[in-house]
Nanobody, 123 residues
Framework: QVQLVESGGGLVQAGGSLRLSCTAS????????MGWFRRAPGKEREFVAA???????YYSDSVRGRFTISRDNAKNTLYLQMNNLEPEDMAVYHC?????????????????WGQGTQVTVSS
């Protein structure tokens, strides 16, 4: 059974930083796309960032330049370094994985999901 477990969320002041981690088990994702989505209260799930099986990265316009997605294939772990956090970044952040190498900004095209980790940004 594939499991994605996020960690690293918490409370931070605006302008601060957090690093999220997502550890996968039950399947190796080294050649597969992985990504991060977020859902704020009352809003739709939103694409944040993704990395393909060959390491190409994609970001939403709202986080480009502030967030960095990376992966450690030896640890089967995905990361999201979030800098210069803004109150608008407050949400539950979910890790996602695909069976294939290509990434997508559409949540319905991802195959595996973690339960999420809360990020709270105080102004």
């Amino acid at each position: 059974q594939v499991q994605l477990v996020e960690s690293g969320g918490g409370l931070v002041q605006a302008g601060g930083s957090l690093r999220l981690s997502c550890t996968a088990s039950g399947r190796t994702f080294s050649s597969s796309a992985m990504g991060w989505f977020r859902r704020a209260p009352g809003k739709e799930r939103e694409f944040v960032a993704a990395i393909t099986g060959i390491g190409v990265t994609y970001y939403s316009d709202s986080v480009r330049g502030r967030f960095t997605i990376s992966r450690d294939n030896a640890k089967n772990t995905l990361y999201l370094q979030m800098n210069n956090l803004e109150p608008e970044d407050m949400a539950v952040y979910h890790c996602a994985g695909r069976r294939i190498s290509f990434a997508s900004a559409r949540a319905d095209q991802w195959d595996y999901w973690g339960q999420g980790t809360q990020v709270t940004v105080s102004s």
